[in-house]
C-alpha cells in the first residue's frame, strides 16, 4: 500500500499489530470505531481468510464497524450471546501517561465503552500525535445526552467551564449516534482532575455516558509516522502498560 500517506500507513501498521499480539483462533473479540481501528478489522479479516485464524467472532461498537467487518468476512455476534470477551482493540483520541483516554470522535464512546468494560483486555491503537500530557489539551469530551435534555446539559456543562458545540454533520444536521443521541462536545482545556469531572457527568440525568475512558486501557500502542512497506506489521510499535 504505497499510495498510502505517511500517517495512514503508521495507523495500518499499529492496527495490524494489536490483532497479530493479541487475538488468538477461539476468541470472542470487541471490535472498535476510528481511522485505527478499521486497519484490525481489516487484519481480522485478512487472517481468517488464509487460515491464520480461525472461530473468530466479533462484537462492533458501532454500525460503521459492523459494516466494515461483514465486508471484510468477520462473523459478529453480540453481548447477550458472548457477555465476555477476550480482547477489544480500539482507538482513542487522547491518551494521557497514565493511558487515561478521550475517545468519541467518531461519535461511538457510549458502545465503545460498554464493550471496553466487557472485555478481559482494551488495547488501544493510536499515532503518536494522540500523545498527550493532560486529558484534554487537543480534544472535547464527546458528552452523549438524550435530546430532550441537549439545552440543560448544554448550559450545565457551561457552568463547569466548557466551551460546548452541538456535534453537526457536514450538512448542519445534528449528528445522531446509533442509539439515537445527540452529542455535546465539551472543551475544557487541560483537564485537572478527569475523575471528579466523569464523577459530575454521570450524575446527570440527562446524560447518557461521557468519552472519559479512565483506568480501562491494558495497552496502548503507538505507531509513529515512518514509513512502512506493505505486510510490515512489527515496524516500530511502542507498547505502552500502566506505570511504564
Known sequence: MTDLDARTQAKRVVGFAAVDRYVRTGMRIGLGTGSTAVWA?????????????EDVAAVPTSEASAQEA?????????LDEHPRLAVTIDGADEVSPTLDLIKGGGGAHLREKVVAQASDRLVIVVDAAKLVPVLGT?????????????????????????????????????????????????AFGPIDDPRALLGRL???????EAGLFLDMASVVLV??????????TAAAVRELTRGS
Do not use: K, W
Open 41 to 53: 478489522i481489516r487484519r481480522v479479516g485478512e487472517l481468517l481468510a488464509d487460515g491464520s485464524l
Open 223 to 232: 505507531a509513529g509516522t515512518a514509513d512502512v512497506s506493505c505486510g510490515d
Open 138 to 186: 487537543t480534544f472535547a469530551v464527546p458528552v452523549e445526552v438524550i435530546t430532550m435534555a441537549q439545552r440543560p446539559e448544554h448550559d450545565y456543562l457551561e457552568s463547569l467551564g466548557a466551551t460546548v458545540t452541538l456535534r453537526r454533520t457536514a450538512d448542519g444536521a445534528p449528528f445522531v449516534t446509533d442509539e439515537g443521541n445527540r452529542i455535546l462536545d465539551a
Open 70 to 78: 461483514t465486508e471484510c468476512g468477520v462473523p459478529l455476534t453480540t
Open 202 to 208: 454521570q450524575q446527570r440525568a440527562g446524560v447518557v
